[in-house]
Protein backbone atom coordinates (compact mmCIF):
# COMPACT_ATOMS: atom_id res chain seq x y z
CA UNK A 1 0.00 0.00 0.00
CA UNK A 2 1.51 3.31 -1.04
CA UNK A 3 1.48 5.88 1.22
CA UNK A 4 3.01 9.61 1.60
CA UNK A 5 2.49 11.32 4.81
CA UNK A 6 2.86 14.64 5.18
CA UNK A 7 3.76 16.28 8.82
CA UNK A 8 5.46 20.12 9.49
CA UNK A 9 3.02 22.68 8.84
CA UNK A 10 1.33 24.76 10.85
CA UNK A 11 1.20 28.71 11.58
CA UNK A 12 3.86 30.94 11.59
CA UNK A 13 4.09 34.64 11.46
CA UNK A 14 5.52 36.23 8.07
CA UNK A 15 9.72 35.98 7.78
CA UNK A 16 9.18 33.30 9.36
CA UNK A 17 10.67 29.13 8.46
CA UNK A 18 8.98 25.68 8.72
CA UNK A 19 10.02 22.49 7.66
CA UNK A 20 7.73 19.88 5.84
CA UNK A 21 8.44 16.32 5.41
CA UNK A 22 6.47 13.70 3.64
CA UNK A 23 7.57 10.38 4.19
CA UNK A 24 6.98 7.40 1.92
CA UNK A 25 5.98 4.02 1.75
CA UNK A 26 4.95 0.79 -0.83
CA UNK A 27 6.85 3.02 -3.43
CA UNK A 28 10.33 2.66 -5.42
CA UNK A 29 11.46 6.14 -3.98
CA UNK A 30 14.87 6.31 -4.78
CA UNK A 31 13.90 6.06 -8.31
CA UNK A 32 11.22 8.34 -8.02
CA UNK A 33 10.86 12.25 -8.90
CA UNK A 34 9.72 14.03 -5.33
CA UNK A 35 7.60 17.29 -5.58
CA UNK A 36 5.59 19.46 -3.40
CA UNK A 37 2.59 21.20 -4.29
CA UNK A 38 0.46 23.76 -3.01
CA UNK A 39 -2.99 25.02 -3.14
CA UNK A 40 -4.75 27.79 -2.15
CA UNK A 41 -8.50 28.56 -1.86
CA UNK A 42 -9.08 30.47 -5.17
CA UNK A 43 -5.90 29.65 -7.02
CA UNK A 44 -4.75 26.58 -8.98
CA UNK A 45 -2.42 24.47 -7.81
CA UNK A 46 1.12 25.38 -8.09
CA UNK A 47 4.19 23.27 -8.48
CA UNK A 48 6.44 24.59 -5.66
CA UNK A 49 9.69 22.63 -5.60
CA UNK A 50 11.05 18.86 -7.25
CA UNK A 51 13.57 16.83 -6.83
CA UNK A 52 14.84 14.91 -9.13
CA UNK A 53 15.78 10.61 -8.50
CA UNK A 54 19.42 12.17 -9.08
CA UNK A 55 19.09 14.93 -7.02
CA UNK A 56 18.41 17.75 -9.39
CA UNK A 57 15.88 20.67 -7.83
CA UNK A 58 13.99 22.82 -9.41
CA UNK A 59 11.67 26.04 -7.99
CA UNK A 60 8.91 27.93 -8.76
CA UNK A 61 10.18 31.22 -9.08
CA UNK A 62 7.61 32.55 -6.31
CA UNK A 63 10.04 30.35 -4.05
CA UNK A 64 13.30 30.69 -5.52
CA UNK A 65 15.95 31.83 -3.05
CA UNK A 66 13.85 30.72 0.17
CA UNK A 67 12.52 27.03 -0.38
CA UNK A 68 14.91 24.74 -0.58
CA UNK A 69 13.93 20.66 -1.04
CA UNK A 70 15.66 18.02 -0.09
CA UNK A 71 15.56 14.25 -0.11
CA UNK A 72 16.94 11.02 1.60
CA UNK A 73 16.80 8.13 -0.37
CA UNK A 74 17.83 5.86 2.87
CA UNK A 75 14.78 7.22 4.90
CA UNK A 76 12.46 7.56 2.05
CA UNK A 77 11.31 11.03 2.53
CA UNK A 78 11.92 14.55 1.14
CA UNK A 79 11.89 17.70 2.64
CA UNK A 80 10.67 21.36 2.19
CA UNK A 81 12.75 24.16 4.15
CA UNK A 82 11.35 27.01 4.11
CA UNK A 83 12.04 30.54 5.19
CA UNK A 84 11.44 34.48 5.02
CA UNK A 85 7.84 32.79 4.40
CA UNK A 86 5.20 35.23 3.14
CA UNK A 87 1.47 35.55 3.68
CA UNK A 88 1.18 34.21 0.22
CA UNK A 89 2.51 31.30 0.69
CA UNK A 90 -0.28 30.11 2.86
CA UNK A 91 -1.90 27.10 1.36
CA UNK A 92 -2.84 23.16 1.45
CA UNK A 93 0.92 21.63 0.90
CA UNK A 94 1.14 17.99 -0.69
CA UNK A 95 3.94 15.63 -1.41
CA UNK A 96 3.55 13.98 -4.91
CA UNK A 97 5.82 11.31 -6.16
CA UNK A 98 5.85 10.11 -10.01
CA UNK A 99 7.81 7.12 -10.13
CA UNK A 100 7.59 5.06 -13.59
CA UNK A 101 4.29 7.19 -14.93
CA UNK A 102 2.27 6.73 -11.63
CA UNK A 103 1.15 9.89 -9.53
CA UNK A 104 1.00 9.20 -6.15
CA UNK A 105 0.08 12.23 -3.17
CA UNK A 106 0.01 12.86 0.55
CA UNK A 107 -3.05 13.84 2.31
CA UNK A 108 -1.38 17.49 2.78
CA UNK A 109 -0.69 19.97 5.52
CA UNK A 110 -1.85 23.16 5.81
CA UNK A 111 0.71 26.72 6.37
CA UNK A 112 -0.51 29.25 7.33
CA UNK A 113 1.25 32.47 7.24
CA UNK A 114 0.29 35.64 9.18
CA UNK A 115 1.03 39.18 9.10
Known amino acids: QVQLVETGGGLVQAGGSLRLSCAASGIRFSVGAMNWYRHAPGKSRELVASITAGGITNYADSVKGRFTISRDNAKNTVALQMRSLKVEDTAGYYC?????????WGQGTQVTVSS
Open 96 to 104: NAHVWDYDY
